[in-house]
């Protein structure tokens, strides 16, 4: 019996697209690599640039940022054109930006490359549709969809442990010739562009339409009416009125944006995806998420270099021995990965969700109390990344599962953008955070350290919004996103 159900479940995999999903490990353990590799690095990059930490922050929220206009046109592509095409054109793309980033000498130049390298983020969306493709007309088509999402997420963290280890022990070994730290991994990326030109075949499922530029127009007016008004905050300082105006106006326009959107039969952002009891939870923890899965991690990294001799805060970590603190969060979130469909199955998928966000909000608000040693914070990031883990497998899968037909890459990829999303809003209004207060050195001279202050705000963000996220999961319907007669119908949009 044993060996006929083992059987049958490698079988499940295997059959899914003859190898694709092996093709895929390698894509998105790149994509993990790109996360990770720069995480140890940024203080290194903030003092290559000659920037202030704070200012770290502003790299994350400009490649979020784009990453939100990008997704959603890329998924959109894919449903059109197909989604292996729309993946080996991001790769190019990721490809070009990383490699310049190495020759990059000065801060608006990085932060160009920084925010096109960010295109990235479209390829877990577009993968996962193109799993759902092949999987579409099995009889457990959801749960074959969650296998192998599991995989190829499990990857991603993979890469990101290597990312994280690599780049702490190459940036300290390489450190006199930094350009050769940051050209590293755009080998791996073209690698990338290889294994998807000559490996990964193309999805089935297409659809009728267009691109809604108009809307890509709007969205971009929308980010960067926010970002602009954070960035005026950060520069003439919180205590200046018109800044905070200037943000509240991108927030409003983001009314007009929807309701352009819902009028259109073809739009970019497919609102009416949203309007299912299975889907816009989901879409909602996603932003929510994004605030400290995205938002978080410059702001762990350079509080960890930090030293506390000058500063009173901080852990005071080299370039490798950071590595290592978000080594032990990735591996977190690797193992949260992993066991993310396991669980679903003794439970279900939503109880999953539910309880993954509660871990990832309870391991950042550890951190408000117990951020003074080295063994107090990467125990919190340990319970923060097994939730993280679980949430970056779960969500994507969760929406193609409760995706009407022919909306899969819309779906996937919107869960990719309400990530971005907060993310983007989070780096930008955690750099004003951080850069309030900001430390005076022992020694009586500017520091460039964030605040404590700061970052204790940090933390409290990340885990609200994480605890926000499960309290609207209670809201899914009990057998969403499962292979369960009973949960037919949960795919309907309303």
């Not at 509240?248 to 995806?273: I, K, Q, S």
């Not at 809003?425 to 005076?440: K, M, N, Y």
Request: include cysteine.
């Amino acid at each position: 019996m044993t060996g006929t159900g083992t059987a049958r479940r490698t079988g499940r995999i295997a059959g899914l697209g003859g190898g694709l999903v092996g093709w895929l490990v390698f894509v998105e353990f790149t994509s993990g690599v790109l996360q990770g590799y720069y995480v140890p690095l940024l203080t290194d990059v903030a003092r290559h640039l000659d920037i202030h930490d704070a200012d770290v922050n502003w790299l994350e929220a400009a490649q979020l940022m784009l990453s939100a206009i990008a997704v959603p046109v890329l998924a959109k592509l894919g449903d059109l054109y197909g989604h292996r095409r729309m993946l080996l054109v991001s790769a190019a793309v990721v490809a070009t930006a990383t490699v310049a980033l190495a020759f990059a000498q000065d801060f608006g130049v990085f932060l160009v490359a920084w925010a096109v390298q960010g295109v990235y983020a479209a390829w877990l969306p577009l993968q996962v549709a193109l799993i759902h493709s092949r999987s579409r007309g099995r009889a457990d088509a959801a749960a074959s969809t969650r296998r192998a999402t599991g995989m190829i997420v499990a990857a991603l963290q993979a890469g990101a442990i290597v990312g994280a280890l690599g780049g702490g022990q190459i940036g300290g070994a390489l450190a006199g010739r930094f350009w050769l730290v940051l050209l590293v991994p755009g080998l791996l990326v073209v690698g990338v562009c290889v294994v998807v030109l000559t490996r990964v075949p193309e999805s089935t499922d297409r659809q009728d339409g267009e691109v809604d530029v108009t809307g890509v127009a709007l969205l971009s007016v929308v980010l960067l009416v926010i970002t602009g008004g954070l960035t005026f905050v950060r520069v003439n300082g919180a205590a200046e009125v018109w800044p905070w105006l200037v943000t509240a106006l991108g927030v409003l326009l983001v009314v007009p944006f929807v309701r352009y959107e819902l009028r259109r039969a073809d739009p970019l952002v497919d609102f009416r995806v949203l309007r299912s009891p299975s889907m816009w939870p989901v879409q909602l923890t996603a932003g929510l998420f994004g605030v400290s899965v995205l938002g978080a991690q410059g702001p762990l990294s350079t509080y960890a270099r930090t030293d506390p001799e000058v500063y009173g805060y901080g852990l005071g970590l080299s370039t490798s021995e950071v590595s290592v603190v978000i080594g032990g969060y990735v591996v977190s979130m690797l193992v949260g990965a992993g066991q993310f469909s396991r669980v679903s199955q003794a439970t279900t998928p939503r109880v999953t969700l539910i309880g993954a966000a509660t871990l990832t909000g309870l391991g950042y608000l550890l951190l408000v109390p117990l951020h003074d040693t080295l063994p107090q914070v990467l125990g919190a990031m340990v319970v923060a990344g097994l939730g993280s883990g679980a949430l970056v497998a779960a969500l994507p899968a969760a929406a193609a599962a409760a995706a009407p037909a022919g909306r899969t890459g819309v779906a996937t990829g919107l869960t990719n953008t309400t990530k971005v999303l907060g993310g983007s809003f989070a780096s930008a209004a955690f750099a004003v955070a951080l850069a309030a207060g900001a430390p005076v050195a022992a020694d009586g001279s500017e520091g460039t350290a964030g605040s404590l202050s700061g970052y204790v705000t940090v933390w409290l963000i990340c885990g609200i919004t994480a605890w926000l996220a499960a309290l609207s999961l209670v809201f899914v319907p009990r057998l969403a996103f499962s292979d369960r007669p009973e949960a037919v119908g949960v795919r309907e949009v309303a």
